[in-house]
């Protein structure tokens, strides 16, 4: 599937490092969210970016900075991050009228993140 | 804050057996709640979904319920095979946001 892809898809680092992952959806899509999938724990929401507006969650931790120049484009900055860090980050997309509800967010691959 | 539980954390049936997860959500302003399938090392993806002006949708082997007033929402799974092994998320939610349960892990032995 090429519709939503993310780079790199495994990312090794140290927490001194300064390191971005990318994510790119070629569906036309207009909201993009960054979630973080750790071991026996939910899906969590870390950032939406909706019709060009940002909603944060408040608590993720300001190492993590998101960035959308555009409609098809999200990153995620990491920088001193800490060993509890380490997880599946992942990236969706979804197509929102200005009215509309929620619908489908399609995922991607996910970048398999390990701070050591 | 806003929630979503989902029971049970894992469950073990036999091939051609019925399976069902069910959620709770506390967001009363929630009025989309899709389910979703994530394989080993694999995405989630969309397997289902309904929206809250709807009771019950079914597609196939796969049926939702969806009880407003109790704030619960079931995936019902039947004829089970194999292939159906996977984590199954629930989620619920509105214009801006989903809020996933923890998952199912589901086991289908042949």
């Known amino acids: 599937e090429t519709g939503v892809t993310q780079t790199p898809r495994h990312l090794v680092m140290g927490m001194t490092n300064k390191k971005s992952l990318k994510c790119e959806q070629h569906?036309?899509?207009?909201?993009m969210y960054w979630y973080k999938q750790s071991a026996k724990k939910p899906l969590e929401l870390m950032f939406v970016?909706?019709?060009?507006?940002?909603?944060e969650n408040n608590s993720v931790p300001s190492r993590f900075s998101p960035e959308c120049p555009n409609s098809s484009h999200l990153f995620l900055h990491l920088h001193t991050l800490q060993p509890e860090d380490s997880a599946l980050y992942l990236c969706?997309?979804?197509?929102?009228?200005?009215?509309?509800?929620?619908?489908?967010?399609?995922f991607g691959p996910g970048t398999r993140l390990t701070v050591l | 804050g806003e929630n979503v539980e989902q029971h049970p954390s894992t469950l073990s049936v036999q091939e051609g057996d019925s399976a069902v997860i069910k959620c709770t959500y506390s967001?009363?302003?929630?009025?989309?709640f899709p389910w979703y399938k994530q394989e080993l090392g694999k995405r989630p993806q969309l397997i289902i979904d309904?929206?809250?002006?709807?009771g019950e949708k079914k597609d196939q082997r796969i049926a939702v319920t969806l009880n407003k007033t109790a704030k619960h929402f079931s995936l019902h799974i039947t004829e089970t095979q194999p292939e159906d092994s996977a984590v199954y998320f629930c989620?619920?939610?509105?214009?801006?946001?989903?809020?996933f349960g923890a998952g199912t892990r589901l086991a289908v032995h042949p």
């Open positions: 969706a997309s979804t197509l929102k009228s200005s009215s509309g509800g929620a619908g489908e967010q399609f």
């Open positions: 309904i929206r809250s002006n709807v």
């Open positions: 967001d009363s302003a929630s009025n989309y």
């Open positions: 569906l036309g899509h207009n909201a």
């Open positions: 989620a619920g939610g509105g214009y801006n946001k989903l809020i």
């Open positions: 970016y909706s019709l060009e507006e940002r909603v």
